[in-house]
Nanobody, 119 residues
């Protein structure tokens, strides 16, 4: 079992920045890919970014603004130039295989952290 805990969400003005962090515990040796998804009210959960080793992958909507990185055992998501449409609950997810973008391909999920971008 892998447990994931997100931190770092909050309220920010448009154009601002936030840094999310995902800490894993349990069978962390089994993790091959860690990803961030987000879900806005009334919307489906969507892929944001993922990292496998040092190889990142991003959704088109966040390329150039978000950066995913490994940080001493955690996986961070640095978000810059935030827009109101980035408002969502952000979830960390992990899987034992290479990068994927569908929610059904991930085995472990965190509880989520709220990000609100005010216009």
């Amino acid at each position: 079992q892998v447990q994931l805990v997100e931190s770092g969400g909050g309220l920010v003005q448009a154009g601002g920045s936030l840094r999310l962090s995902c800490a894993a515990s349990g069978r962390t040796f089994a993790i091959y890919t860690t990803a961030w998804f987000r879900q806005a009210p009334g919307e489906e959960r969507e892929f944001v970014a993922a990292i496998s080793g040092d190889t990142p992958r991003y959704a088109d909507s966040v390329k150039g603004r978000f950066t995913i990185s490994n940080n001493h055992g955690a996986v961070d998501l640095q978000m810059t130039n935030l827009k109101p449409e980035d408002t969502a609950v952000y979830y960390c997810a992990a899987r034992t295989a290479s990068v994927a973008a569908r929610t059904t391909q991930y085995d472990a999920w965190g509880q989520g952290t709220q990000v609100t971008v005010a216009s």
